[in-house]
């Protein structure tokens, strides 16, 4: 099976510019989870998606939003970008059975920079 | 009661030394702890994950080594190798009733491993 796959690799954008980035799961997997990797901050958990609905939201403003697809594709989106929002923003995706956590695959992340 | 506290922050071993490194939980509902392999401008790969019922589990030259009692958890790399240089991440996820795929993670550690 191919793994997640993230779109676009890499962004610049300027301050209070919004940007959207893409997501496509491993097939078949029907959860998809966006992180946050900074060197201050580490790994922060953003959101997860299943079914089309938001399942879990971390502790961020309300600029950065997501959705998921029909078919498990998902997007986030920031919106008035800040310097502080420069990261790496990793997907993962997961099968979503129901009962215990399961293990997420990481995609290779874009990395947006907001000059 | 969210934290994972990883340590150390980086580690630098022998090519076959047996790099530790541990991290410590607080939450008690916390079921499930990955491990994170990543390498620079990849996304975190997963090298091995455990849940609380078992104290120990080996996937080739990678064991944690799991203490509910003292809410810790540690990885052990056997016979380390130049290429296993990277950082990695533990983690810790609880379920919330519906399967929720939330990872909280530990800070990193940067191993080097010489030849």
């Known amino acids: 099976k191919a793994g997640v796959t993230q779109t676009p690799r890499y962004l610049i954008k300027t301050r209070g510019q919004q940007v959207t980035l893409s997501c496509s799961p491993i097939?078949?997997?029907?959860?998809v989870s966006w992180y946050q990797q900074t060197p201050g901050q580490g790994l922060q958990f953003l959101f997860e998606?299943?079914?089309?609905?938001?399942?879990n939201k971390g502790n961020f403003p309300g600029r950065f939003s997501g959705r998921q697809f029909s078919n498990s594709r998902s997007e986030m989106n920031v919106s008035t970008l800040e310097l502080g929002d420069s990261a790496l923003y990793l997907c993962?995706?997961?099968?979503?059975?129901?009962?215990?956590?399961?293990?997420?695959?990481f995609g290779p992340g874009t990395r947006l920079t907001v000059l | 009661q969210q934290q994972v506290k990883q340590s150390p922050q980086s580690l630098i071993v022998q090519k076959g030394g047996i790099p530790i490194i541990n991290c410590a939980y607080e939450?008690?509902?916390?079921?499930?702890f990955p491990w994170y392999q990543q390498f620079p401008g990849k996304g975190p790969a997963l090298l091995i994950a455990i849940r609380p019922d078992v104290s120990e589990k080996k996937e080739g030259r990678f064991t944690i080594s799991f203490n509910k009692s003292a809410k810790q958890f540690s990885l052990h790399i056997m016979d380390s190798q130049p290429g296993d240089s990277a950082t990695y991440f533990c983690?810790?996820?609880?379920?919330?009733?519906?399967?929720?795929?939330?990872?909280?993670f530990g800070t990193g550690t940067l191993l080097a491993v010489q030849p």
């Open positions: 998606y299943f079914s089309e609905t938001q399942r």
């Open positions: 097939s078949g997997h029907r959860s």
């Open positions: 939450n008690t509902a916390f079921d499930y």
């Open positions: 983690a810790a996820s609880k379920n919330y009733g519906g399967a929720t795929n939330k990872l909280i």
């Open positions: 993962a995706s997961s099968p979503g059975r129901g009962g215990r956590t399961d293990t997420q695959y």
